[in-house]
């Protein structure tokens, strides 16, 4: 999140759980040097941050209960092909069960001599 924040600066307010609580410490501290506000969503209520939530079980039903990782790279190109194919293709709830629509392409002009 360090790289992300010097990215694109430091949010005024995260919304979380509690966490584990020995990293909850510590992101509660890392927190507090970097001014960032905190929104807890309170234990076992997922419809607080219902997204998330909806996506996390999507991915833990449609790829990880069914993949053995052997290598992180093979965990990277799985998770990523998932990602690409449900922010695209698959359909979504929210929409009417239709997909969210095509990823976006950038076409480079070729030049054509005569």
């Known amino acids: 999140m360090s790289e992300l924040f010097l990215y ?8 979380s759980d509690n966490g584990p609580e020995f990293i909850a410490r510590a ?4 927190y507090g040097v970097l001014a960032v506000g905190l929104l807890f969503i309170e234990p076992g209520s997922p419809w607080e941050n219902g997204s998330v939530e ?7 039903d449609e790829l990880l209960n069914g993949e053995l990782f052997y290598t992180l790279h ?3 190109v799985l ?31 070729v030049s054509v001599s005569v």
């Open 74 to 76: 093979e965990a990277q």
């Open 54 to 60: 909806s996506c996390n079980g999507k991915l833990r």
């Open 27 to 30: 992101l509660r501290a890392w």
């Open 79 to 109: 998770v990523e092909r998932w990602r690409r194919q449900y922010n695209t293709q698959r359909p979504h709830s929210a929409l009417g069960y239709r997909p969210p629509g095509p990823e976006p392409r950038t076409f480079v002009p």
């Open 8 to 15: 694109r600066g430091c949010p005024t307010h995260i919304r």
